[in-house]
């Protein structure tokens, strides 16, 4: 019977579980395919209570999914306007909340991460 994670050695025990769970072939809806979906549920909870991670550095954010986008700072300044890109990137300026919305639209970045000081 699946419970809550409380202790560390339940957590690994759980992390065990769906790694066997991740090599089978499970059939959508199937009794496995399910207990891996609560599963996963269940640590991702308790990693963040017991392992939060920080929210990245907003402009480091941006420069991150440029480049996994495959696109220069150039496609930035399409977004922003080019005096613009470069004070923001250089940290002249801050990010307001229409760049903000933009940058999240246009990047799928997290307004969550973009609105964050720094």
Do not use: C, W
Request: no cysteine; aromatic share 6%; glycine share 4%.
């Amino acid at each position: 019977m699946l419970r809550p994670i409380k202790t560390e050695v339940q957590y690994e025990e759980y992390l065990e579980r769906i790694y066997a769970l991740m090599q089978k072939d499970l059939k959508e809806d199937s009794k496995e395919s399910d207990e891996l979906e609560v599963i996963s549920i269940l640590v991702k909870n308790y990693e963040e209570e017991h392992y939060p991670m920080e929210k990245p550095n907003p402009i480091e954010a941006i420069k991150f999914r440029l480049d996994q986008m495959g696109v220069g700072e150039t496609y930035l300044a399409k977004i922003l306007g080019r005096s613009r890109k470069s004070e923001i990137l250089t940290g002249k300026r801050k990010l307001n909340l229409s760049q903000i919305r933009k940058i999240s639209h246009e990047l799928h970045i997290s307004a969550d991460v973009l609105v964050q000081e720094y």
